[in-house]
């Protein structure tokens, strides 16, 4: 029996959650419209950036594109989450370890893992768990435990048709539809807290990010994120359009040749939140806000080594993180460190420091093999292109958070990264990104010699 394709399944789950946020938080609908607004000019004025999408087949999925973000406070819930991911294409990809940067969870993502189906539909979602571990206080952390372990995230639906698609091997269209109706449901907003206003004080005062997750009845949606071609122009669009932005755009510079990811956002909203454990007492909180990325080249081992020690000098030098105080001066400092961070894709190939995609531009005369890669591109042979960036960078995630938990949303946590210990949490081995750039690298250039040898 045909089942119902997961990538359709997953681009209705996405349109289905942008719908949704939408309505729940409506700046995040202005800040779309600003996206498409920066795309559509780029798009428009550089032919280039143009035909480059057009080529890696990446224009068709430009204006779908989101990642959204959740946060789970137990074993089962990411073990389950990773189930509900899997019907719809869905796998864990790297692994995040966010407590050097002051934040108290590890975390991967689940996306689409071809070329092709992340074309189809490029949803991802940032997913952390909580590191019950770093909550020092002994008997809050007891407390943290007993309280998660009453919710239930999932509705029984869902749960049903997750275990009727693992035995059979997928859905039919019906089932399909309300599959993604009833997933979505985990990830709603509700403004009742099942807990006491008390206890939410107490693990706000511990951690921002832990009241986020332990005090509701899910892990809502905290932001989604559309996909701009020019992010410095949406940042300065959001001040003109009265949206406030973070002060600093997180990841590399702005360069010729995009590597890897920037990121900004705009702040955090307060909302309104009702305590029900004990009474009803009415309160705030602050946690979902709205996110913009800019996605680049994937970078080699060599390539992100480059750039992690780029980006260390820079906070060294300004002696941590950025900050309004230090905008300029941080920005200043990034672009001087990155000077020597080479600019042309041409280059980035040469020195093996990115990866890309390979185009066969006619036949050869010969047989060639891959050391004939340099004379054939020389000879107009070859096409290269580069192969988008599909995931995170922890530091500017990390920044992300924090700029939208205020003041005490940076910590100091002393502890190892326990990769270990999350993949036995989620249930499987997370998969290591790099090999998924490289598997598409090798592929494209082995079918542009097939091309190229008649093979094909």
């Known amino acids: 029996m045909m089942w119902y394709c997961p990538d359709e399944m997953r681009a209705k789950f996405s349109k289905l959650m942008s719908d949704m946020y939408q309505k729940e938080v409506p700046l995040y609908g202005d800040l779309v419209q600003l996206v498409s607004d920066v795309n559509e000019n780029v798009l428009a004025h550089d032919p280039q950036v143009k035909e480059q999408l057009e080529q890696t087949g990446e224009l068709p999925r430009l204006s779908l594109e989101r990642h959204g973000a959740i946060r789970v406070g137990t074993a089962y819930e990411l073990s389950t989450i990773r ?28 996306r689409a893992i071809d070329t092709d189906a992340l074309n189809r539909s490029p949803f991802r979602i940032f997913t952390s768990l909580l590191r019950h571990e770093l909550i020092d206080d002994e008997a809050l952390r007891q407390t943290v435990s007993e ?62 990010l832990i009241a986020d997750i332990v005090g509701f009845k899910g892990p809502h949606i905290n932001h989604l994120t ?81 750039y992690d020690r780029l980006l260390n ?28 961070y080479p600019d042309t894709w041409d280059e980035l190939r040469k020195q093996d420091l990115a ?30 292109e580069p192969i988008v960036y599909e995931d995170f960078l922890p530091v500017s995630a990390a ?27 989620l249930g499987a081995k997370v998969t290591d990104e790099l090999s998924l750039y490289e598997k598409a690298q090798n592929e494209s250039i082995e079918a542009c010699l097939a091309v190229l040898n008649g093979e094909k």
């Open 83 to 110: 189930r509900v991911f899997a019907v719809m294409g869905m796998f864990p990809v790297g692994y995040y370890d966010l407590a050097p940067a002051g934040v108290p969870v590890h975390s991967t993502v689940f």
């Open 147 to 208: 309280t998660l372990a009453k919710r239930q995230i999932f509705t029984k639906r869902a749960l049903e048709l997750t275990e009727k698609a693992e035995k059979q091997g997928g859905l039919n269209e019906a089932d399909a539809d309300e599959f993604v109706r009833e997933v979505l449901e985990t990830f709603r907003w509700h403004e009742e807290s099942p807990i006491s206003k008390d206890l939410y004080e107490q693990l706000h005062h511990q951690h921002r």
């Open 226 to 306: 559309p996909r701009t071609l020019d992010i410095d122009s949406v940042q300065s669009g959001m001040i003109e359009r009265g949206i406030t932005p973070k002060e600093v755009v997180e990841g590399p510079p702005l360069r010729a040749c995009p590597i890897l990811l920037r990121q900004t956002s705009f702040k955090a909203l307060e909302e309104n939140v009702v305590f029900t454990d004990g009474g009803r007492e009415a309160g705030k909180h602050t946690a979902r806000f709205g996110e913009i990325e800019q996605r680049g080249v994937a970078v080699t081992k060599k390539g992100r080594a480059l």
């Open 313 to 340: 000098e820079t906070r060294a030098a300004i002696g941590g993180a950025p900050n309004e105080a230090n905008r300029d001066e941080y920005m200043r400092i990034l672009a001087e460190k990155f000077s020597v």
């Open 355 to 384: 990866y890309f995609h390979y185009f066969a531009q006619g036949r050869s005369d010969k047989k060639v093999t891959r050391e004939d890669l340099p004379e054939l591109i020389a000879k107009g042979l070859v096409r290269f």
């Open 399 to 425: 920044g992300i958070f924090q700029s939208n938990l205020g003041k005490n949303g940076q910590k100091q946590y002393d502890i190892d990264s326990n990769k270990t210990l999350f993949e036995e949490c």
